[in-house]
């Protein structure tokens, strides 16, 4: 596929702008509210209740396999990314992303 240069130009910045404009914020926080909840079911009810045991475990391997694609995403489109850029930065120097979001 033949691609002029502005018309290059136009996608990369519209590619960079969405990566810019992802906000993890609002998911974290509600992540982090139903992991929440979940603990503060007390343990000897939450081992009474086969039912809701079932319920939050099969929540949490959704969400636990979601969060996995959504990594995996990442990682791959980051090696391919780190093929032709000419930035070399260690993921230590890198700051995170979700390390940021769940800080707060």
């Known amino acids: 596929m033949f691609v002029h240069h502005d ?3 136009h996608l990369e910045r519209m590619a960079l702008a969405q ?3 992802v906000d993890l914020m609002t998911p974290m926080q509600q992540i982090r509210l139903g992991l929440e909840a979940l603990l503060d079911v007390p343990t000897a009810v939450r081992g009474a209740n086969s039912a809701f045991s ?29 093929r032709t850029s000419s930035l070399t930065r260690s993921r230590h120097e890198a700051p995170s992303l979700l390390a940021a979001v769940t800080e707060n």
């Open 54 to 82: 079932d319920q939050a475990a099969a929540v949490l391997e959704v969400l636990s396999e979601d969060v996995e694609r959504l990594r995996e995403a990442v990682r791959a489109l980051t090696e391919h990314v780190h």
């Open 19 to 21: 990566l810019l404009d």
């Open 7 to 9: 018309q290059l130009t």
